[in-house]
């Protein structure tokens, strides 16, 4: 037993010294000549050529989105109003279900227009 404690002891005293150790400083500049600039690396729009077509690019993905989904809400809420009083109930639990599906297609096209834009802003 104490020659297991001995090794665990070595074995701990050696992550410690691994662990104190000055950390190496990354690189800046590129290290080597000729290469790649690290401190000039940012998110700024002014950086990308032709941000503004890219932003037309996602508003128009946005647009269609919300078209998107408040037709399949109005034509989900619409079924499942009208199911019910022609005795097609069917077509009310689908009109339920058409609705919850435009639900989720309204977030999943609202959510990356919204993050992209936080992370463009300046």
């Known amino acids: 037993m104490l020659a297991h404690f001995g090794v665990w002891l ?3 005293a050696a ?3 691994t ?3 000055e950390p190496t400083p990354n690189p800046s500049g590129g290290g080597l000549p000729g290469g790649f600039d690290w401190d000039k690396i940012g998110p700024s729009p002014t950086d990308v050529p032709r941000s503004d077509l890219f932003y037309s ?3 128009g993905a946005l647009f269609l989105g ?3 989904a408040f037709t399949g809400l109005v034509g989900g809420a619409i079924a499942f109003g009208i199911g019910p009083v022609f005795g097609a109930h069917i077509l009310s ?3 339920k279900t058409m609705m919850w599906k435009a639900s989720l297609v309204s977030i999943v096209v609202g959510s990356p227009v919204a993050i992209i834009s936080f992370f463009l802003k300046q």
């Open 10 to 12: 070595a074995a701990k």
């Open 15 to 17: 992550v410690t010294q």
């Open 19 to 21: 662990a104190l150790r």
């Open 57 to 59: 690019l996602i508003n």
């Open 66 to 68: 919300i078209v998107a």
């Open 93 to 95: 639990d689908r009109g």
